[in-house]
């Protein structure tokens, strides 16, 4: 527990009508826009040239981009960074150690709704609004391009549900988050030094509250080393926030969590950041993260995936690791 901790008495859950507590004025289409210019980073960074741990050169400087990429993608990468870099200054001044642990308070006191998994799956369709065909891929077809991208692999079956359920968190944007700052983006540990393999590194914390603070920001913080990232506060997020729905209520295993809890995680399955806080149990996720990493950047580009042919498999697949038909959202 971080020091100073408070917590609120817990209210009892409410049985919330799946139709009714959404908010629908969010602007589901601008989550997505952004979450892919975010995927554009962190699918184009590693063609960048980087020095030292810092990826703030390397994002910027045209000169030291792989010139033989092609025209478009380059576009779609600065026009990208722009916005990237002003939602990350946004989110890397607002995930403080108070904020996770208000909204851990949150999650863990309050039942948003009550649904089965593909109703999940199709309400975050619904509410991102797939009617601008020139963005991206429906939230729908995301999922299914991932799971079928991991079933044509021969992947386990769990493996194949993780990759259809993996993004549903973003459900979050519709009911209780700030912002988008707490929905999408890369995530990084909460309650220990901001590390400079973040992106945009430590320069981008410096509005933080907990920037430079005696303890969050010194070392390892609140943490020990060997502590396990079971015990960690990952910022807040669809990772996260989906990670603990899963966990409570499936039978998925361990390394299914961790792709969830981690796929974001850049500084860590990426950038090879926080290794003093790893344990036995994580060197073996972090294989698994990383096995997860490529069908959720990389089946983007394959053929659209038929809903309705494919969702009688799938919803044999949910009904195998969730007990319950229907979940607490
Ligand atoms: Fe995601
Ligand atoms: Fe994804």
């Known amino acids: ?13 409410v049985e919330s009508d799946a139709g009714g507590i959404f908010n629908t004025k969010r602007d589901g289409k601008a989550l997505e826009a952004l979450s892919d210019d975010i995927d554009a980073v962190n699918i184009l960074k590693p063609s960048i040239t980087t020095t030292g741990n810092s ?10 981009f792989d010139k033989s990429k092609d025209k478009s993608q380059f576009r779609q990468y600065t026009t990208a960074c722009d916005r990237v870099k002003n939602f990350y200054h946004e989110q890397h001044t607002k995930q403080t150690v108070a904020y996770n642990l208000q909204a851990r308070n949150k999650f863990h006191s309050t039942t948003r709704a009550r649904m089965s998994v593909w109703q999940a799956i199709e309400k975050l369709n619904t509410l991102i609004d797939e009617s601008d065909p020139d963005t991206s891929l429906s939230q729908i077809e995301h999922l299914l391009q991932s799971a079928e991208a991991i079933r ?6 769990w493996m194949q549900l993780t990759g259809l359920i993996h993004d549903l968190g973003k459900l979050l944007y519709f009911f209780d988050a700030q912002g988008q ?7 990084f540990p909460v309650g220990c030094a901001f590390d400079e393999r973040i992106i945009y590194g430590r320069e981008s914390f410096k509005s ?9 920001d010194n070392g390892l913080g609140i943490y020990f080393p060997g502590i396990g990232l ?4 990952i910022s807040w997020g669809h990772d996260e926030y989906l990670y603990h729905v899963v966990k409570d209520q499936s039978t998925l295993p361990d390394e299914a969590l961790a792709m969830i809890r981690y796929h974001s995680f850049y500084p860590w ?3 090879g950041a926080y290794e003093e806080l790893m344990n036995e149990k994580d060197r073996e996720m972090l294989r698994a993260v990383r096995a997860f990493n490529p069908y959720d950047l990389y089946s983007k580009s394959d053929d659209l995936p038929k809903v309705e042919e494919l969702k009688a498999y ?11 038909k229907i979940i607490n959202w």
């Open 1 to 13: 527990m971080a020091p100073g901790a408070t917590f609120v008495e817990l209210t009892p859950a």
């Open 55 to 64: 990826t703030e050169k390397g994002l910027y400087e045209e000169s030291e």
């Open 152 to 157: 044509r692999d021969g992947k386990p079956r």
């Open 181 to 187: 700052w707490d929905v999408v983006g890369d995530t």
């Open 208 to 216: 933080n509250p907990d920037f430079g603070h005696e303890v969050f």
């Open 230 to 233: 079971d015990n960690v506060m």
């Open 269 to 271: 399955h990426n950038a």
């Open 314 to 324: 799938y919803e044999e697949l949910i009904d195998e690791y969730f007990p319950e």
